[in-house]
T-cell receptor
Framework: GNSVTQMEGPVTLSEEAFLTINCTYT??????LFWYVQYPGEGLQLLLK?????DKGSNKGFEATYRKETTSFHLEKGSVQVSDSAVYFC?????????????FGQGTRLTINP | EPEVTQTPSHQVTQMGQEVILRCVPI?????FYWYRQILGQKVEFLVS????????KSEIFDDQFSVERPDGSNFTLKIRSTKLEDSAMYFC?????????????FGQGTRLTVV
């Protein structure tokens, strides 16, 4: 079946550090890949997505590239801010029609210290 | 900006009691979902709902769970007889279409505590 594996957390960095959160996936078809973020006390929000191989999703300085050859979708940001502290979830959706579920990784809690 | 709204934000219930978790999806969305997250674990799919019927359900979604869209706006999750292991954060989500690149919009969640 489909699955997503994320880098274990928690991750603690200093402001302006470089961030990578690893995500790899297993899927039977051609999935779309997503990063969702959950800020404290809030619901899940879409951060970025990519729908086919070699696509790069980007938003708020974050980037992730859909790598089919390594089945990965690592999240990166060049210079993190305190406001980036949140839980980050990698997810995939693998189907062609109908109401299809998201399959999530376990989430990575990120804390940025000033 | 339209958003998915869930109530209550926190519910405490005694084991064996029935609970109803409520969600108001975004108004022009057609696909609806419930997910849950047990503390420290993955966000897990429970059920998807389209055209007034269940499209898919997980093995977690057994006979004690049911969903309903009673009035065209609310989308509810009922747990008939709660167990301690039902304690989790429950997220409702909605989306305009069910294609694989579509963004799902999530509510802020209901934290259910079964005592």
């Amino acid at each position: 079946g489909n699955s997503v594996t994320q880098m274990e957390g928690p991750v603690t960095l200093s402001e302006e550090a470089f961030l990578t959160i690893n995500c790899t996936y297993t899927a039977t078809g051609y999935p779309s890949l997503f990063w969702y973020v959950q800020y404290p006390g809030e619901g899940l929000q879409l951060l970025l997505k990519a729908t086919k191989a070699d696509d790069k999703g980007s938003n708020k300085g974050f980037e992730a590239t859909y790598r089919k050859e390594t089945t990965s979708f690592h999240l990166e940001k060049g210079s993190v801010q305190v406001s980036d502290s949140a839980v980050y979830f990698c997810a995939l959706r693998d189907s062609t029609q109908g109401a299809q579920k998201l399959v999530f990784g376990q989430g990575t809690r990120l804390t940025i210290n000033p | 900006e339209p958003e998915v709204t869930q109530t209550p934000s926190h519910q405490v219930t005694q084991m064996g009691q029935e609970v109803i978790l409520r969600c108001v999806p975004i108004s022009n969305h057609l696909y609806f979902y419930w997910y849950r997250q047990i503390l420290g674990q993955k966000v897990e799919f429970l059920v998807s709902f389209y055209n007034n019927e269940i499209s898919e359900k997980s093995e977690i979604f057994d006979d004690q769970f049911s969903v309903e869209r009673p009035d065209g706006s609310n989308f509810t999750l009922k747990i008939r007889s709660t167990k301690l292991e039902d304690s989790a954060m429950y997220f409702c989500a909605s989306e305009k279409s069910g294609t694989r690149g579509t963004e799902a919009f999530f509510g802020q969640g209901t934290r259910l505590t079964v005592v």
